[in-house]
């Protein structure tokens, strides 16, 4: 299969997508035939499931590759605009699909932060960095710092900085996998976990890039088309235009009246109600604009995103490539906001102002005591199992009219794109869609990581420092071992359903930002830079944004104590602060720990420099990165005449790749 | 390849750089500054400074990098650095 039939695959392309898809479709078609057969539920679940990760385990076994190339960059042949749709996968993540629609209607404007940072990343990149590691030639990101920056020290300093952005990340796929097999299909969580880590194994071990390539395709389709289904029909049905990202334009003036009538209804108070399109009334200017600097420098570092250029057949396809992939990461992208808004004004107008005992009367709210059963939303502060269990909490609440208030009512972010489908009053079949869409967007995401890190290791640590001689046969066992290795420990720890690495996905970003962005830009645009300037910069970068990160989330008592000067905290915040300081103190043993959680929650808050959020911790890193990196460069002699032509070579797109693969 | 013509080739590609990078500015910062105001305005009911953010910039960055693409390869040609094919 290796080579001589790629040629025959690769222009033969349009045709396969177009068979796969239709086989899709019809699929789906056979499931939904199914249903009305009166299947249950669960078991079509278990077949959207099963399915999809056969059919990627297909790709996976017929794209297996026994050529270095192949298995690092997929033998650079892949076109623009399938790259496009690959990277598409490849970035849009379990988080981006369920939970981003959630960020926004909890957020309203303010998470569009979120949207405006994960797209206007690809802008650096196409000018900045891709075309020219592109024609660099390198295998991974670390490979192009060994050879600008002379050396290991260099390398290594880029491979952990990949290490700890992306592990957490392949975690946080896996923990997503899990939860979405188990909420939509009722598997168990471990179990799930388990499928999940097969899925990702079947789709890169045997072909590395190149199977995760043609399966990311795959996985694009599919969670596109479950990504839109949903939010489209339910436009038509409320409009009669299946276009959710116009209509909602209506949806959002009915929400603002809805907003003014709850206010005049006493649903909310004015100063409570955050109007859902008015600007930062959850951030501040300072952080929502910090946030998407951080978002999108951080997009531009991350290496499973940028490896994912070194595949196209040439420079100036890498350029295309980076435009194709935004225009399919837009389309997920600019539809987020309307399902947002079609959620906010389905919820606002029949569960708030609804009456407490009449909830479990609606037929049309089946799906808030679903998702509520297993602790997706809560109603006066309970998880909504139940009519019943409603009605006793809110019978709880001191005062409370027997109306369900803005307050009252709570729903996870990741509730919103789920529930959709049954908000729409569409049968289970799109539920299990919109899960085999989520689980495309969990594994293309996990399968990206995944390759980037086993490769770091297998390519710039086993055979650039370990074994520079080892034959090809040996790299690519050893490159699968590690692969192997690196996806049992990432589903070893996504078992434990760990919430903090959920949570540090978010910092990801800085740190790629911090540590990274500075050397490949001035990699490339700036002749001057050298080796101790790149390696100083690297680590001072890096360093600041871990320490923001660790010591503002995890030791926010010390961090503010240290920074009090530079702390954006209120005057009542900081009398808090040491109310609660003295409190702990006094605390006697037994409620010693309770004093402290209190304490160190509320030193969380104001644990920062400038009140910049931890979220956007490269706010700091990112310049001090730079402006070391060019100071100590400057400090330093210039890099010597080889390195310089090297860099004029990396600029011009024509000429060839300048780092060769030894014949193998 | 002589060096003043890649140094030739290098500032149209900087200026080119230098363009795309102002327009991805004012449309991932700039215009969101003015949001309150802009917000006064609507447009097929949506707020335009909402719009902005969850849409018109978008739209804008990936016009940009089509165009961006196109326009960087103009001058590849025109130097003499384009790739063969």
């Known amino acids: ?664 | 390849m002589s060096s003043t013509k890649q140094e030739a080739w290098w500032a149209s590609t900087r200026g080119l750089m230098i363009t795309a990078l102002i327009v991805w500015f004012i449309f991932s910062f700039g215009i969101h500054m003015f949001a309150k105001t802009l917000n006064t305005i609507v447009v097929f009911g949506f707020p335009l400074g909402f719009y902005m953010a969850a849409q018109g910039s978008l739209i804008v960055f990936v016009a940009l990098l089509f165009w961006f693409a196109g326009a960087q390869d103009k001058i590849d040609r025109e130097h003499g650095f384009a790739e063969e094919g």
């Open chain 1, 1 to 664: 299969m290796a080579t001589q039939t790629g040629d025959a695959f690769t222009s033969n392309l349009g045709r396969i997508y177009l068979a796969y898809t239709g086989g899709f479709a019809a699929f789906v078609l056979l499931i939904a035939v199914l249903e009305q057969m009166g299947v249950p539920d669960h078991i079509l679940g278990y077949l959207f499931v099963f399915f999809t990760i056969a059919v990627y385990a297909m790709i996976g076994v017929l794209s297996r590759t026994m050529q270095v190339s192949e298995y690092y960059v997929a033998g650079r042949k892949v076109p623009a605009f399938y790259n496009g749709m690959a990277t598409g996968a490849d970035w849009m993540s379990a988080a981006s699909f369920i939970g981003m629609a959630g960020t926004l209607y909890a957020l309203g404007y303010d998470g569009l932060a979120f949207i405006l940072g994960w797209t206007g990343g690809y802008v650096l990149v196409a000018v900045l960095i891709a075309p020219y590691l592109r024609k660099f030639g390198a295998y991974t990101v670390p490979d192009f710092l060994y050879a600008r920056y002379g050396g290991k020290l260099a390398s290594i300093c880029g491979i952990i900085v990949l290490m700890s952005c992306s592990f957490t990340y392949v975690v946080a796929q896996i923990v997503g996998t899990g939860l979405i097999a188990s909420r939509f299909i009722g598997m168990d969580f471990e179990v799930a976990v388990y499928v999940g880590l097969i899925g990702i194994l079947v789709c890169s071990l045997l072909g590395g890039m190149r199977a995760v390539t043609w399966t990311q395709v795959a996985q694009y389709i599919v969670l596109i088309v479950a990504y839109l289904i949903p939010v489209v029909v339910l436009s038509a049905q409320k409009y009669g235009v299946p276009l959710p990202q116009i209509m909602y334009g209506n949806v959002l003036q009915e929400i603002a009246a809805r907003e003014q009538e709850m206010v005049a209804q006493g649903l909310v108070a004015a100063e409570a109600l955050k109007p859902h399109t008015q600007p930062f009334t959850n951030y501040d200017p300072l952080n929502y604009f910090g946030l998407i600097l951080c978002l999108m420098v951080g997009t531009a570092s991350l290496p499973h995103v940028l490896m994912r250029y070194f595949t196209t057949p040439s420079v100036r396809d890498a350029r295309k490539s980076v435009a194709w992939s935004l225009l399919f990461i837009f389309i997920l992208y600019f539809t987020a906001p309307a399902y947002a808004a079609f959620a906010k004004l389905e919820i606002y107008t029949t569960v708030i102002g609804a009456q407490v005992a009449e909830l479990g009367n609606n037929a049309d709210l089946a799906w808030l005591f679903k998702w509520g059963a297993i602790g997706l939303v809560k109603v006066c502060g309970v998880d909504a199992a139940s009519a019943q269990a409603v009605i006793d909490a809110c019978a709880k609440v001191a005062d409370h009219p027997g109306i369900v208030r803005l307050a009252d009512f709570r729903i996870d972010n990741d509730a919103i794109v789920i529930s959709t489908p049954e908000i729409a009053g569409l049968p289970y079949v799109i539920a299990g869609l919109v899960a085999a869409g989520g689980l495309a967007a969990a594994l293309s995401t996990a399968d990206g990581l995944l390759l980037a890190i086993a490769n770091a290791l297998s390519h710039d640590i086993y055979y650039k420092m370990i074994d520079p001689n080892a034959p090809t046969a040996r790299r690519l066992v050893i490159a699968r071992v590690l692969l192997v290795l690196v996806a049992v420990l990432a589903a070893y720890t996504a078992s434990f359903r760990p919430a903090d690495i959920v949570a540090m996905v978010a910092w990801a970003f800085s740190l790629a930002a911090a540590g990274l962005f500075p050397a490949l830009v001035l990699g490339v645009w700036s002749k001057r830079t050298n080796s101790a300037g790149a390696i100083a910069g690297m680590i001072v970068g890096f360093s600041i944004t871990l320490y923001y990160l660790v010591g503002s989330r995890y030791y926010a008592v010390d961090f503010y104590q240290t920074w009090a000067g530079l702390s954006g905290a209120s005057e009542a915040a900081i009398t808090k602060f040491n109310d609660l300081k003295t409190a702990w103190e006094a605390a006697a043993p037994d409620a010693k720990a309770a004093a402290w959680k209190a304490l160190d929650t509320h030193a969380q808050t104001i644990a920062n420099w400038f009140g910049v959020r931890n979220i956007s911790a490269a706010l700091f890193g990112l310049p001090v990165g730079f402006l070391t990196m060019i100071i100590v460069s400057r400090l330093t002699p210039a890099p010597s005449k080889e390195l310089q032509d090297l860099i004029d070579e990396i600029r011009r797109p024509s000429g060839g790749v300048v780092m060769k693969e030894k014949a193998a």
